[in-house]
Every structure is written in C-alpha cells, then in structure tokens.
C-alpha cells in the first residue's frame, strides 16, 4: 500500500464563474446599481462558504500487484491496481504510464464508489531494461470546485533480453589449469592419447602400459591429454548507441554477449561480461546457472555512452579479464578508443575474435555532389580498420541483417584463439 501526493487547483468553470462574477460587481458598481448585487452574492457566499469548508485530503491511496516482477523479452505479465480516493474526493480517470520497454493494454476499469476504482492492464515485455511503472490519478473534490492529479510510483518489473542457442562459440589456445571439456597441450588426466614415456616413481599403475612394457621389457606408462575449461569473457561496446532497422547496435550486442555467456556455461566453461563505455556491473567469468542469471541481471544496467565504466583497460580490475581468457567483443567499430583497447588487449596476450554489429552505412543527401565520395571514404576507413585486427591476428565476422549469429562465430570457432605469454 503506497499513498501518491494530489496537487489541488481550482477548476476550469470557477476560475470562468469567479471571473465574470467579479466583472459584474464591477460593471454593477460603475453604474451606481447596488441594488443589483444581491442578486450575485448568495451564489458567490455559497462558493466561498464550499471552498472553504470543503478541503479535501491530499492523499490518495493505493495499492497494486503485479504477476511478476521479473520476466524475459516477449514474456506477459498483469497489473492490478486499487485506488482510494480520500473523504470528499472522488476518482475520474487514471493514466497508465509504462516506458519503451513495456506495452500496456487495458482490461477494464471497475468502480464500485465514486471514491474508489479497481483498474487491470495487461504488460508486455518489449525491451530489456528495468522498468519503472507511473500511474496518473485525476480527482475532483469540494464539490467539483477542485480538480486535483497524482502521480504515483506503482511498481518496477525488471526485464531480461532474450539469447540465441548458439553452439559455436571461440576458445583460446592456452586453457588454464580447470577440469572441462577441452582437450589442451598440458599432459594429464583425460582419454586423448598422447603419449608413451618410461615408468617414472610416483606413475599411477593404471597408467601402465603393459603391452609396451613387455615388448621393451621397462616399464613404460602411456600420457594422455587433459580435459581442460577455458574462460570466455563477453565484452561489449557502450560507447554510443546507433539505431538501425531491427536493433540497434548497442541491442544487438547485449543480445550476442548473453548468447555467447549462455552457450559458454552450457559446455562447462567460465563466462563472464564487460562493458567498455557504458554503465555496467562487470562479473568475473564463473560457472553456474546462477551465474547466468547474475550476467543477466547486470546487463540490465548497460547504459551507452555515459556513466563510471572506462573505455579503456584501466579500470577493470585483473579477475575480470584473467590472462589467457578468450574475448568476444561485439562492436559498431566507431569509436577509436574501443579499437585501440582491443589492440592493446591483444598485445597483452589475449585471444580476441570482433562481431561487427553495425549493419548500416551513411546515405547520401539529395543533390549533395560530394557524399557519395565521403560515403566512399567512409567505407574505405571501415576495410583500414579490419585490417588493422587482422593483422594483429584478431578475427573479424559482420553479424549482417538476417544472419544468425551462430553463423558469424562459427568460422571463429574453428581453431583455438591464437593468444601469446609475456
């Protein structure tokens, strides 16, 4: 139960009556009529005696649920709402007010007396983001004489983006030291053959090979290949966000940061996500079902373009971007700081693969001579800027209008992330 602050004011006829009231009296006294004002004064006394005998409360009470507080993109959920206006009000109308993120349809709206409503709308996720529904009451009181509006919080659903099932997701060379699914250079537990060497102290007997070690008559024990996880870190590029038909690419990187997460734990990996530029809770790669929900819920905090998160490499602390983790950046490739921090990143020993999510290109202008060579040089800058990724061996995959994004990733996923040690 929350109570919403209502702002009275005079209402639109009586300011009219007042107004032409005060007119008479004063047309009544420039011609000398005195006489003529006692036929004004009982109905302007009955106006002041109701204005200030009747004052309403300034509190309308309310109270609202929600089906659900949490729900994905495409997902429904209802609001009912219970209003109450205070003694000597009633209620004329409300005003649901939702945001890009939600789509509201109304139900119904049921009144049992003049002073209270009961009101039910349908929701329905949009957009990923939080948030944050407004309703607008409009009362009348003191007998019509004050029309009064409040503007009540009512609730805040919190709306997690929808991600692709991928399957191709890039790994780096050097896997860390992890029990997983990959096979890595490093020699131990797994089922991959690697090897034959001498019997050394310490050697499990079941390592023994028995047949090798007859034919050569030392014992001899068979290596094998362990089964390693890698850590795979999701970045993305808030620096700006460009609309463009379907999603914008601030939309379609949140999108293909979650599915690349998503896939990454599902394989028994450690995910995790970074913004560069934008407002963000960066988390540490980690493995989990409930660690996908706290990626999840983190994204719903990606902001473009302004907030604390740097753009550069700085601010991240060193658990957030583990050495020898693989990064799946997914950019516009506009900003400059962005493309230098994934240089850097890849300078330092990181296996990197870029998704280009920009999928539109500047138009020319009717009658503009000139925009058809600046667009020229604009496309000439994009083919510098691959090749300047390409040749610091970072791969590059333009996620196009109607491609998948398990189509993009797949040509990266083929071979390891080619990652260097200091």
Not at 123 to 140: D, M
Not at 353 to 362: C, F, H, S, T
Request: charged residues 25%; aromatic residues 6%.
């Amino acid at each position: 139960m929350t109570d919403g602050k209502i702002d009275w004011e005079p209402a639109g006829w009586l300011i009219t009556v007042v107004s032409l009231s005060v007119l008479a009296a004063l047309a009544v006294v420039a011609a000398g009529r005195f006489d003529l004002v006692v036929f004004g004064a009982p109905l302007l006394g009955a106006l002041a005696g109701a204005w200030w005998s009747v004052r309403p409360d300034r509190l309308v009470r309310l109270s609202a649920v929600t089906s659900a507080q949490r729900v994905f993109e495409g997902e429904s959920l209802t609001l009912t709402v219970e209003l109450t206006a205070p003694p000597g009000a009633e209620l004329l109308d409300v005003e649901l007010s939702t945001g890009a993120e939600l789509g509201a349809e109304q139900r119904g709206l049921y009144r049992s007396t003049p002073g209270s409503l009961r009101g039910e709308w349908e929701l329905h996720a949009l957009r990923w983001g939080r948030c944050a529904i407004r309703l607008r009451v409009t009362t009348r009181g003191a007998g019509g004489l004050l029309i009064g509006d409040a503007h009540c919080a009512v609730a805040e659903v919190a709306i997690f983006p929808n991600a692709d099932r991928i399957s191709a997701v890039p790994r780096p060379m050097d896997l860390p030291d992890l029990l997983g699914v990959h096979l890595g250079r490093r020699k131990g537990e797994g089922v991959e053959f690697a090897g034959i060497r001498e019997y050394q102290p310490g050697d499990p007997l079941r390592s023994v090979n028995w047949q090798v070690s007859a034919r050569r008559g030392t014992l001899h024990v068979t290596e094998r290949l362990a089964e390693q996880s890698a850590k795979v870190v999701a970045m993305i590029d808030a620096t700006g966000d460009l609309h463009q038909a379907g999603s914008s690419t601030l939309e379609l990187s949140v999108h293909g940061a979650l599915a690349v997460v998503q896939a990454a734990l599902r394989r028994g990996d450690r995910a995790g996500v970074v913004s560069l530029g934008g407002v963000v809770r960066w988390l540490a790669p980690d493995l989990g079902r409930r660690h996908y929900y706290r990626v999840v819920e983190a994204l719903l905090d990606v902001q473009p373009g302004t907030g604390s998160a740097p753009s550069d490499l700085s601010g991240f602390p060193p658990t957030v971007l583990p050495r020898g983790a693989a990064v799946v950046v997914f950019s516009p490739l506009l900003d400059e700081r962005v493309i230098s921090a994934v240089a850097d990143l890849r300078r330092r020993g990181f296996g990197l693969a870029v998704v280009d999510v920009l999928r539109v290109e500047p138009q020319p202008r009717p009658g503009a001579d000139y925009d058809p060579i600046a667009i020229r040089m604009w496309r000439i800058g994009r083919q510098g800027i691959r090749h300047r990724l390409a040749e610091l061996g970072i791969p590059v995959g333009a996620w196009s209008d109607g491609a998948e994004l398990d189509e993009v990733l797949r040509p990266m996923s083929r071979r390891p992330l080619l990652g260097s040690r200091k």
